[in-house]
């Protein structure tokens, strides 16, 4: 489901278009093996990883995922949402607002969390902006595509660990 999630978003232009080149599909297949591997490893060694695959659930299904990558070194801590999705039954119901601030509110405070988004994420950018996120100017190098990146500075996080996976009743 994951995997189609994010063949559908690269096809619409809201991800990167490089997983639907046969590399692209290779590398993600790749990338989803090792986080699920990662997701089944303890806390402890999980937080030693700069990725991590938060998956979220309404009830028992699955609704959608987030993306992250972080730089453990960082004081304060810096989180970057690379990818985020939310499967077509669940769409327009609040739930990608909802993932995004339940990952904010497990940060501590002071982490600086960093949206990029293409053009065509429209929905992820109206997410960012009703969350209170600062739209940054940012100039890409030649030949880059020309993301929209938002950054937020966590005032709010209550410093719980993370978790990877979340559920929703």
Known sequence: MIYD????????????DYYCTGPGQFKLLWFLIMAAALMKLPEA???????S???????????????LNTAHKAIPLELKVSM???VPAFRGRGHGKAMIRTLIERLPVGTKVTVSCTK???RMQAICRR??????????PAGMINLQVY???STIGSGKTRQNTSVWR
């Open 151 to 153: 950054q937020y500075n």
């Open 45 to 51: 060694l999980r937080k030693k990883t700069r990725i």
């Open 120 to 122: 065509f994420a429209s």
């Open 84 to 86: 985020c999705a939310i």
């Open 131 to 140: 969350l209170c996120f600062n739209h940054i100017k940012q100039q890409m």
């Open 5 to 16: 999630l994010i063949m559908e978003g690269s096809d619409l232009g809201v991800f990167s």
């Open 53 to 67: 695959l938060e998956v979220f659930y309404f009830n028992t299904n699955l609704i959608g995922f987030v993306l």
